[in-house]
C-alpha cells in the first residue's frame, strides 16, 4: 500500500509545489482519523492543497468560508418548516460529506466554531431532536490565518484540542516560487485523478494500526507527555513558569496513533523515537496553554517543545 501514498503525493503535486511537511501532515491524519488544523498567511495553497487530496482519494469534499455572521445552521443543517404538509423537514448542511474544509475558521465566532465539537468527536450531528451518524471517512480540515486582527476570533482551547495537528505553513523556496509562477502563467494545470478508494484508505488505515511500537518508545512517549506538565521533574525548571497547562491526555492518545501513521509514511513496520520527535511539535503546539509570563516574554510552545525534546532521555 505504500505505492499508493506515493500516487497521492504525486496527484497532489500535479496543483501544489512543495510543501511536503504539510502533504505528510494531511495524509497522517487522514491515516490516523485525525482532524487536521493549518495555519499560515494567504497564497500558501492551504485550500488548494486539502482540495487536490480529497480529489486524488475520490473522497465527496465541501467547503465553508468562515464569516462573522455565519449560523450553526450554516453547518450542520436545520429544521424546515413545509406548509404543504405542514410539517417540518431536515435539510443537511454541508457537514454531511467525507472531508469538510472549514476555510478561515477563526472568522467566526465561538458560537459557530463549537457547532463542531460534536461532529468532530462523535461523528454525527443534532439537529432539533434527531442525531445522524455521518458516513465514514469523515475529517474537519481547518484554515487559519495568523496575521488577521480584526473580525477574527480566537479558538477555544476546547476546539483545539480536537485537532489531532496543527500544521503550520512556511513559504516555499525561491526555486520552488519560481515553478509556481512559470505553472500559473502558462495556466497548464493538470487534472486530478482519484488514485485511492475508500476501501483502500480503511485497508491502510488498518496496516497503520498494526506498526509495531516498542514498549520503550511507549513510554518514552508519556514522558515526553508528562514533561509538558511538569517541567521541573525533568530538569526544567526555566520553563515552569511559562506554562500555564500542560498536554491533556488526548496528547497521548494521538501521539500512539500518529507515531505509526508516520512510520508507516516511510516504509517502516516499527516505530523509532525519531518517528515521535517528527510530530511531536504538530501535536502539541496548539494544546500547550502559554502562563502570562510566557506570553510576555514572547515564548512560543515550539520553543518549550524543543527543550522537552532535548531534556527527556531518548530510549
Known amino acids: 500500500m505504500i505505492n499508493k501514498i506515493e500516487s497521492i503525493k504525486k496527484e497532489v503535486a500535479k496543483v501544489v509545489v512543495g510543501q511536503e511537511k504539510m502533504i ?11 482532524h487536521i488544523l493549518i495555519e499560515g498567511i494567504p497564497g500558501l495553497a492551504k485550500t488548494t492543497t486539502v482540495n487536490a487530496l480529497s480529489k486524488s482519494l475520490g473522497l465527496n469534499f465541501k467547503r465553508v468560508q468562515f464569516t462573522p455572521d455565519l449560523l450553526p445552521s450554516d453547518i450542520l443543517g436545520a429544521e424546515i418548516y413545509d406548509p404543504q404538509n405542514n410539517s417540518f423537514k431536515i435539510k443537511h448542511g454541508p ?30 450531528v443534532t439537529i432539533g431532536d434527531e442525531s445522524f451518524h455521518l458516513e465514514l471517512p469523515f475529517f474537519v480540515m481547518a484554515t487559519q490565518n495568523p496575521i488577521e486582527q480584526e473580525g477574527v476570533y480566537q479558538l477555544p482551547e ?28 502558462r495556466g497548464t494545470a493538470e487534472e486530478i485523478e482519484a488514485v485511492v478508494t475508500v476501501e483502500e484508505l480503511f485497508a491502510m488505515r488498518k496496516a497503520v494500526k498494526e506498526v509495531h511500537i516498542d514498549e520503550e518508545v511507549e513510554n518514552y512517549i508519556i514522558e515526553v507527555v508528562a ?30 496513533k500518529t507515531v505509526k501513521g508516520m512510520a508507516y509514511l516511510r516504509g ?10 517528527y510530530v511531536a511539535k504538530e501535536l502539541m503546539r496548539h494544546r500547550i496553554v502559554l502562563s502570562y509570563e510566557g506570553e510576555a516574554e514572547g515564548i512560543t510552545t515550539d520553543d518549550l517543545i524543543v527543550k522537552i525534546l532535548e531534556a527527556v532521555p531518548i530510549p
Open 158 to 185: 476546547a476546539q483545539l484540542d480536537r485537532f489531532m495537528f496543527k500544521l503550520v505553513v512556511g513559504y516555499n523556496t525561491k526555486e520552488e516560487e519560481l515553478e509556481i509562477a512559470r505553472r500559473v502563467a
Open 268 to 277: 517502516k513496520s516499527f516505530v523509532t523515537p525519531s518517528d515521535v520527535a
Open 24 to 34: 505528510d501532515g494531511l495524509l497522517i491524519g487522514l491515516l490516523c482519523e485525525g
Open 227 to 256: 514533561a509538558t506538565r511538569d517541567p521541573k521533574a525533568y530538569g526544567l525548571e526555566e520553563i515552569e513558569e511559562y506554562i500555564q497547562f500542560g498536554a491533556s491526555p488526548r496528547v497521548s492518545i494521538d501521539m500512539f
Open 95 to 124: 457537514i454531511f460529506t467525507n472531508l469538510l474544509l472549514a476555510d478561515e475558521i477563526n472568522r467566526a465566532p465561538a458560537k459557530v466554531q463549537s457547532a463542531l465539537l460534536e461532529v468532530m468527536q462523535e461523528k454525527q
